[in-house]
């Protein structure tokens, strides 16, 4: 039946592949990371920074309430939830983590890109890895394990969101990049330690159709 399509359709697969291309996009864009920086500085305006800074809201409080009111009209209520929380607070932690333990500086602080100060607790020594790009990929990821079929949309609003940080001079575009794959590595990890049941969107009326079925 349709479940059980849906089933068989979400999950990691082959999606791992792509955290080799983050991480390739990770290295190639460290060169660029001043170069970006001064130009997210050039001019504050512009539509390209507008439009940018509008997507960056995807990753906001708002959206994480209303996904999860969404998820409360699931009779599979609680295993969805188990999977959201786990998902986003974990890359939250492991992120901080990151951030700590590398300790680079945010651009405008210290000497440029290249300036480290590992395990530092100071905001300013926590550019690596962005964090909102982290939550905004984790987000997207786990958005695509509820609805398969769009989960290319929700990568490119998940980056999209995640460049918006670099748009307002927050983050080097390696910090974004890498935040991005990071988080996407830890919602798929995550995934493969639940299993799919935390992560099958199903609305109340499927259930009713299934014990239908059953019967």
Same mark, same amino acid.
């Given at each position: ?142 958005? %695509? $394990?509820? /609805? ?5 949309? &929700?990568?490119? !609003? @998940?980056?999209?969101?995640? #460049? ?16 991005? %794959? $990071?988080? /996407? ?5 995550? &995934?493969?330690? !639940? @299993?799919?049941?935390?992560? #099958? ?15």
């Amino acid at each position: 039946d349709r479940s059980d399509r849906r089933s068989r359709s979400i999950g990691p697969r082959n999606d791992f592949k792509w955290v080799f291309a983050w991480l390739g996009l990770t290295v190639f864009a460290i060169p660029f990371d001043r170069v970006v920086y001064n130009w997210s500085w050039m001019d504050p305006h512009g539509l390209t920074k507008d439009a940018l800074s509008v997507v960056e809201y995807m990753s906001g409080y708002p959206i994480h309430l209303l996904i999860l009111s969404i998820l409360f009209s699931c009779w599979n209520r609680r295993d969805l939830i188990k999977g959201y929380l786990l998902i986003m607070i974990g890359q939250g932690v492991i992120c901080d983590l990151v951030k700590i333990l590398v300790g680079r500086a945010r651009p405008g602080f210290g000497n440029g890109p290249f300036h480290f100060e590992p395990f530092s607790f100071s905001m300013d020594m926590t550019s690596f890895p962005s964090g909102d790009a982290c939550a905004a990929m984790a987000l997207a990821t786990l958005l %695509g $394990f509820y /609805f398969p079929r769009s989960k290319w949309m &929700f990568w490119v !609003l @998940g980056l999209t969101a995640a #460049l918006a940080r670099v748009a307002r001079g927050r983050h080097f575009l390696s910090d974004v990049f890498f935040g991005a %794959g $990071f988080g /996407f590595l830890i919602a798929q990890i995550i &995934f493969c330690l !639940l @299993g799919q049941r935390y992560f #099958l969107f199903q609305a109340e009326g499927e259930r009713t159709m299934n014990f239908a079925t059953n019967d």
